[in-house]
């Protein structure tokens, strides 16, 4: 008799339900040579490093600064660089209920706006909890400050570029034992350099979805629609929830230096 872990008991009593097209692996053969596994596991080391590091500065930045506008696309810049220098990244590909093969498209923009309510009715409840509300307000400032134009441009960037990286190149060195937890822990260690709890809370929901996609489709493109999708829509209706909120105009936040780190 098999013992299975209680976290694979209730995946499997929640995915039993689920049609199989939505949740089995399609098949793909992404095999690489030891040599080049090892030199992926290098280059995603190297640049996690880097990469964080940039995030953390470029969210310590004023809003509506050319620093801060900089040094974000920086950031996609290295995220998407280091995904391309690690070794091939695939698109992927997920199965229709007929079975049949397709670019993942209707069902990743549909996860998106789904995802998207599910952080609306979050953010109405974390505006009764400080310490949430706080952080979230921090982040949105750049949106309420800045140019709409540029923040939606350094806002997509990062967000296709973070796919690049952690579920295209990392997600590929962490092997083939628990990638999605590996590089959702690893996307969600690069996000704690903000040092704002809800932008790492944020990480860790995401990546196991961003993840999840990454290991059903075999490749970015599913988890990449899914973040741009659920960006625009934060991005667009968020804002609106804190605009009254009195650290929303501060250029650092009040328990915060100007050096100090936010997002």
């Known amino acids: 008799m098999s013992r299975a872990s209680v976290p694979d008991r209730i995946w499997g009593q929640v995915t039993s339900r689920a049609p199989a097209w939505l949740i ?15 030199r992926r596991r290098r280059v995603t080391a190297a640049v996690s490093v880097v990469g964080a590091g940039l995030l953390g500065t470029s969210l310590s930045q004023k809003p509506d600064s050319k620093a801060f506008y900089g040094l974000t696309m920086a950031v996609a810049g290295t995220w998407v660089a280091g995904g391309i220098a690690s070794g091939p990244l695939h698109r992927g590909w997920m199965r229709s209920s007929r079975e049949v093969l397709h670019r993942p498209v ?4 549909v996860t998106g ?3 998207f309510g599910l952080f609306y009715s979050a953010a109405l409840v974390a505006r009764r ?25 350094t806002t997509l960037a990062n967000g296709a570029a973070e796919e690049v990286f952690f579920r295209g190149a990392l997600y ?16 969600g260690l690069a996000t704690t350099a903000t040092r704002n709890p809800a932008l790492v809370l944020a990480s860790v929901v995401m990546g196991v979805l961003f ?5 059903v489709t075999g490749g970015i493109q599913a988890p990449m629609l899914t973040h741009l999708v659920w960006s ?3 991005l667009r209706y968020l804002p609106a929830l804190f605009d009254d909120q009195p650290g929303i105009n501060a250029p650092v936040p009040a328990d ?8």
């Open 24 to 38: 089995d692996p399609v098949p793909r053969d992404h095999r690489e040579s030891d040599r080049a596994f090892r």
């Open 106 to 109: 209707i069902t990743p923009v």
């Open 113 to 115: 706006v789904g995802v």
């Open 129 to 153: 909890i400080p310490v949430l509300n706080a952080a979230v307000t921090r982040v949105l400032r750049y949106a309420h400050q800045g140019n709409p134009a540029l923040v939606a441009t």
């Open 172 to 187: 590929a060195a962490a092997g083939t034992t628990h990638p999605v937890l590996k590089s959702t822990a690893v996307y």
């Open 211 to 215: 993840g999840w996609q990454r290991k």
């Open 232 to 234: 625009t829509l934060m």
């Open 256 to 263: 915060e230096g100007p050096a100090g780190t936010t997002a």
